[in-house]
């Protein structure tokens, strides 16, 4: 497979994955009316952010996967987290749990966590991207837990 082709698949499946979430969540987001923490954002901003964070993902992956770097334990983790992300609006918005969001959160951390590291002993520059992506779902866990504490 060409390094087009293996970055543009490696794009499109967190990009889609997470805009199948979007779709699934968009007529259950409460977000506008929940009572929301300092430094909460306009709900605009979140699917910008996130598609953001899917490209960079992508190209993340793209990267090892073209260069032939990604083992079985590169595939487990980098599905793995995206699993787990995939999961956490359904739990926030859809289930309404929000207590057991935050904590499903703190596992995508530490699993995003892994994947960094993992990524960064391959090639730094794969693991360097995802930064941005665990600075978000960190500032996103204090959001959660704020969301929680407020509106109980």
């Not at 979007?22 to 996130?50: C, H, Q, R, T």
């Not at 899917?54 to 699993?83: A, C, E, H, P, T």
């Not at 969001?101 to 530490?110: N, P």
Request: proline share 5%; aromatic share 18%; no cysteine.
């Amino acid at each position: 497979m060409s390094k087009f082709k293996i970055y543009v698949k490696s794009i499109l499946v967190p990009v889609l994955i997470g805009g199948l979430v979007g779709i699934i969540i968009s007529n259950m987001m409460d977000y506008n009316s929940l009572e929301k923490p300092p430094l909460a954002p306009p709900s605009i901003l979140f699917p910008i952010v996130w598609t953001i964070l899917y490209i960079l993902m992508g190209i993340s992956y793209g990267i090892l996967k073209s260069n032939s770097l990604v083992d079985d334990n590169i595939r487990l983790i980098y599905y793995s987290q995206l699993f787990v992300n995939a999961l956490w609006p359904i739990f926030f918005f859809v289930f309404e749990w929000r207590l057991f969001s935050f904590i499903w959160i703190l596992l995508l951390i530490v699993l995003v966590v892994k994947m960094i590291t993992m990524f960064y002993s391959k090639n730094k520059t794969a693991g360097l991207l995802q930064i941005p992506y665990l600075l978000w779902i960190i500032f996103a866990s204090y959001l959660n837990l704020s969301v929680y504490l407020l509106n109980r």
